[in-house]
């Protein structure tokens, strides 16, 4: 298949925006060969890419770059010496985010200080479990420093995935 934009393999389309979006070299981690890609019907672009039945992004339409699912967050965050675009919150944060809430300022507990507003970014708690995932709207060094204000906008947290898959059972 040739792709609109010059990719003739969607594969490593997916992957080269991966290095862009993350770091080099990630996209393959990220991505392996047997993923599978949903296509949009109407545009015929990447839509969806899922590993074993699990969705692990979304590639937006409006900048080309990938929105993760929990499982795209859990597993980039695992490959080694990856530890990057994370906010870890308080405990006492933890349900809140957990259920979708947004991160603040005040409830930062450390962060990648290379974090640049708008960027997507990794939510985890003290044990370095992966609790949400969501758009930066502060800098790491801000997320730091202020102690008022929204720093993380989540877009989805991880009791949400668990009830959507118990509903499913």
């Given at each position: 298949?040739?792709?609109p934009?010059?990719f003739?393999d969607?594969i490593k389309?997916?992957?080269?925006?991966?290095?862009?979006?993350?770091w080099?070299?990630?996209?393959?981690m990220?991505?392996p060969?047997?993923?599978?890609?949903v296509?949009?019907k109407?545009?015929?672009?990447?839509?969806?890419v899922?590993?074993?039945?699990?969705?692990?992004?979304?590639?937006?339409p409006?900048?080309?770059?990938?929105?993760?699912?929990?499982?795209?967050a859990?597993?980039l965050?695992?490959?080694d010496?990856?530890?990057?675009?994370?906010?870890?919150?308080?405990d006492?944060?933890v349900?809140?985010?957990?259920?979708?809430?947004?991160?603040?300022?005040?409830?930062?507990?450390d962060?990648d200080?290379?974090i640049?507003?708008?960027?997507?970014?990794i939510?985890?708690?003290?044990?370095?479990?992966?609790?949400?995932v969501g758009r930066?709207?502060?800098?790491?060094r801000?997320?730091?420093?202020?102690?008022?204000?929204?720093a993380v906008?989540?877009?989805?947290?991880?009791?949400?995935?668990?009830?959507?898959?118990?509903?499913k059972?």
């Open positions: 298949m040739v792709m934009d010059g003739s969607p389309k997916i992957r080269s925006i991966a290095d862009y979006q993350f080099k070299g990630v996209g393959e990220l991505f060969d047997n993923v599978t890609l296509f949009s109407k545009t015929g672009r990447i839509k969806y899922y590993l074993n039945g699990e969705m692990l992004a979304t590639l937006r409006s900048d080309g770059l990938f929105s993760l699912t929990i499982s795209g859990k597993r965050f695992e490959i010496g990856a530890k990057c675009l994370w906010v870890k919150v308080r006492e944060a349900y809140f985010v957990e259920s979708g809430g947004n991160v603040f300022a005040k409830h930062v507990a962060v200080e290379e640049r507003p708008a960027e997507e970014v939510v985890i708690d003290g044990k370095d479990r992966v609790i949400a930066a709207l502060l800098s790491g801000e997320m730091k420093s202020f102690k008022r204000g929204a906008n989540v877009r989805m947290g991880c009791m949400r995935k668990v009830k959507k898959e118990n509903g059972k």
